[in-house]
Nanobody, 117 residues
Protein backbone atom coordinates (compact mmCIF):
# COMPACT_ATOMS: atom_id res chain seq x y z
CA UNK A 1 0.00 0.00 0.00
CA UNK A 2 1.01 3.56 -0.69
CA UNK A 3 -0.32 6.63 1.08
CA UNK A 4 -0.21 10.11 -0.39
CA UNK A 5 -0.49 13.35 1.53
CA UNK A 6 -1.01 16.66 -0.24
CA UNK A 7 -0.47 20.08 1.25
CA UNK A 8 -0.13 23.68 0.17
CA UNK A 9 -3.56 24.46 -1.16
CA UNK A 10 -5.36 27.64 -0.25
CA UNK A 11 -6.58 30.94 -1.59
CA UNK A 12 -4.60 33.04 -4.02
CA UNK A 13 -5.41 36.16 -5.97
CA UNK A 14 -5.35 36.11 -9.76
CA UNK A 15 -1.74 36.43 -10.80
CA UNK A 16 -0.58 35.01 -7.51
CA UNK A 17 1.31 31.83 -6.69
CA UNK A 18 0.89 28.68 -4.65
CA UNK A 19 3.10 25.65 -4.15
CA UNK A 20 1.59 22.23 -3.67
CA UNK A 21 3.45 19.35 -2.09
CA UNK A 22 2.78 15.63 -2.14
CA UNK A 23 4.56 13.04 -0.07
CA UNK A 24 4.26 9.33 -0.77
CA UNK A 25 4.83 6.78 1.97
CA UNK A 26 4.41 3.08 2.35
CA UNK A 27 5.80 -0.07 0.87
CA UNK A 28 6.93 0.69 -2.64
CA UNK A 29 10.21 0.67 -4.47
CA UNK A 30 11.51 1.30 -7.88
CA UNK A 31 10.25 3.13 -10.91
CA UNK A 32 7.10 5.14 -10.68
CA UNK A 33 5.43 8.18 -12.15
CA UNK A 34 3.80 10.91 -10.11
CA UNK A 35 1.23 13.38 -11.31
CA UNK A 36 -1.15 16.15 -10.35
CA UNK A 37 -4.72 16.10 -11.50
CA UNK A 38 -7.46 18.60 -10.73
CA UNK A 39 -11.21 18.62 -10.66
CA UNK A 40 -13.39 21.71 -10.67
CA UNK A 41 -17.07 21.57 -9.69
CA UNK A 42 -19.14 20.08 -12.48
CA UNK A 43 -16.10 19.13 -14.54
CA UNK A 44 -14.16 15.95 -15.15
CA UNK A 45 -10.88 15.32 -13.44
CA UNK A 46 -8.03 16.37 -15.71
CA UNK A 47 -4.29 15.85 -15.81
CA UNK A 48 -2.33 18.95 -14.87
CA UNK A 49 1.23 17.68 -15.00
CA UNK A 50 3.24 14.52 -14.53
CA UNK A 51 6.85 13.65 -13.76
CA UNK A 52 8.55 10.31 -14.25
CA UNK A 53 11.08 8.69 -11.95
CA UNK A 54 13.84 9.96 -14.24
CA UNK A 55 12.44 13.50 -14.24
CA UNK A 56 10.67 13.72 -17.59
CA UNK A 57 7.71 16.08 -17.36
CA UNK A 58 4.44 16.65 -19.16
CA UNK A 59 2.01 19.53 -18.82
CA UNK A 60 -1.53 20.30 -19.85
CA UNK A 61 -1.55 23.07 -22.43
CA UNK A 62 -3.54 25.29 -20.09
CA UNK A 63 -0.77 25.38 -17.48
CA UNK A 64 2.39 25.38 -19.62
CA UNK A 65 4.77 28.23 -18.84
CA UNK A 66 2.91 28.88 -15.55
CA UNK A 67 3.19 25.65 -13.54
CA UNK A 68 6.32 23.66 -12.78
CA UNK A 69 6.28 20.08 -11.53
CA UNK A 70 9.27 18.59 -9.78
CA UNK A 71 10.31 15.75 -7.53
CA UNK A 72 12.38 15.87 -4.40
CA UNK A 73 15.77 14.25 -4.04
CA UNK A 74 14.29 11.23 -2.28
CA UNK A 75 11.89 10.68 -5.19
CA UNK A 76 8.94 10.16 -2.86
CA UNK A 77 7.97 13.81 -2.82
CA UNK A 78 6.53 15.90 -5.59
CA UNK A 79 5.84 19.60 -5.93
CA UNK A 80 3.74 21.81 -8.15
CA UNK A 81 4.77 25.43 -8.31
CA UNK A 82 1.82 27.38 -9.65
CA UNK A 83 2.47 30.92 -10.83
CA UNK A 84 0.27 33.50 -12.51
CA UNK A 85 -2.83 31.73 -11.22
CA UNK A 86 -6.10 32.28 -13.01
CA UNK A 87 -9.67 31.88 -11.72
CA UNK A 88 -10.02 28.84 -13.98
CA UNK A 89 -7.21 27.11 -12.07
CA UNK A 90 -9.48 26.85 -9.03
CA UNK A 91 -10.15 23.18 -8.30
CA UNK A 92 -9.37 20.35 -5.97
CA UNK A 93 -5.87 19.17 -6.83
CA UNK A 94 -5.08 15.49 -6.45
CA UNK A 95 -1.70 13.85 -6.26
CA UNK A 96 -1.23 10.36 -7.61
CA UNK A 97 1.54 7.86 -8.09
CA UNK A 98 1.65 4.96 -10.51
CA UNK A 99 3.87 2.25 -9.13
CA UNK A 100 5.00 -0.02 -11.92
CA UNK A 101 5.81 -2.92 -9.61
CA UNK A 102 2.27 -2.79 -8.21
CA UNK A 103 0.62 -2.10 -11.58
CA UNK A 104 -1.57 0.32 -9.71
CA UNK A 105 -2.25 4.00 -9.25
CA UNK A 106 -2.71 5.44 -5.79
CA UNK A 107 -4.48 8.74 -5.11
CA UNK A 108 -4.31 11.34 -2.39
CA UNK A 109 -7.32 12.97 -0.77
CA UNK A 110 -6.92 16.25 -2.62
CA UNK A 111 -6.23 19.82 -1.63
CA UNK A 112 -8.40 22.82 -2.50
CA UNK A 113 -6.99 25.65 -4.58
CA UNK A 114 -9.10 28.78 -4.84
CA UNK A 115 -8.30 31.78 -7.01
CA UNK A 116 -10.25 34.92 -6.31
CA UNK A 117 -9.87 38.63 -5.58
Amino acid sequence: QVQLAESGGGLAQPGGSLRLSCEASGNFYGVNTMAWHRQAPGKQRELVASVTFSGDTRYADSVKERFTISRGNTKNTMYLQMNNLRPEDAAVYFCNIYVIAHRRTYWGQGTQVSVST
